[in-house]
């Protein structure tokens, strides 16, 4: 039922930053998880950082000491801050919200917004 909402992509050169926010229609306090994830032109969707409703963070090797995932509870957003852009980081970034009930887990997952690093 969540409704997530990416924004903040954009075209940039390589080596340059960006950051990418995800908004939700509900208190992420009430989320398990969130998460971004990416995926390029004739790629599989690959895991990119999480966060925990806890605050713990995951990050997938490739975008350790670049990426940075936060967060705004009060806002009920988050963030994805990447520096030190490389032309394979390319793809459509996509919000995750993950929930852990009794008997079920359930994904949602936003509508993506597009980054473009150049040469």
């Known amino acids: 039922q969540v409704q997530l909402v990416e924004s903040g992509g954009g075209l940039v050169q390589a080596g340059g930053s960006l950051r990418v926010s995800c908004a939700a229609s509900?208190?992420?306090?009430?989320?398990?998880?969130m998460g971004w994830y990416r995926q390029a032109p004739g790629k599989q969707r690959e895991l990119v950082a999480i966060?925990?409703?806890?605050?713990?963070?995951y990050y997938s090797d490739f975008v350790k000491g670049r990426f940075t995932i936060s967060r705004d509870n009060p806002k009920n957003t988050v963030y994805l801050q990447m520096n030190s852009l490389k032309p394979e980081d390319t793809a459509v970034y996509y919000c995750n919200a993950h929930y852990s009930g009794t008997g079920s887990s359930t994904d949602y997952w936003g509508q993506g917004t597009q980054v473009t690093v150049s040469s």
């Open positions: 509900e208190s992420i306090f009430s989320i398990n998880a």
């Open positions: 966060i925990s409703r806890g605050g713990n963070t």
